[in-house]
């Protein structure tokens, strides 16, 4: 079992940026896949960034370049640092671990644990 909890959403101005944490605990992150998905309402949840376990890294067309995901080890933690953050951006952040195959991290049925969402308001 894995628990996973966000922290770091809130409400920025356009252009701003934000570093969301997912901190792990039960097990050691680094032995899954970590994901960022996001959801609006009335909207399905959809992919925003995930860290394979061989460190390979994939983001979602719509925050290449802005956003990075990264993992502390030592704090079995998992990062999304969200930079230039757009209207757009506005979402519940969930984090995710998965211990599937790198081809399925796109896909939010993969995962096996969840955190509880962080709200990213970004206003314009």
């Known amino acids: 079992q894995v628990q996973l909890v966000e922290s770091g959403g809130g409400l920025v101005q356009a252009g701003g940026s934000l570093r969301l944490s997912c901190a792990a605990s039960?097990?050691?992150?680094?032995?899954?896949?970590a994901g960022w998905f996001r959801q609006v309402p009335g909207k399905e949840r959809e992919f925003v960034a995930a860290l394979a376990r061989s460190s390979r890294t994939y983001y979602d067309d719509s925050v290449k370049g802005r956003f990075t995901i990264s993992r502390d080890n030592a704090q079995n933690t998992v990062y999304l640092q969200m930079n230039n953050l757009k209207a757009e951006d506005t979402a519940v952040y969930y984090c995710a671990a998965s211990s599937n195959a790198d081809y399925v991290v796109r896909l939010s049925r993969r995962y096996d644990y969840w955190g509880q969402g962080t709200q990213v308001t970004v206003s314009s």
């Open positions: 039960g097990r050691t992150f680094s032995t899954y896949t």
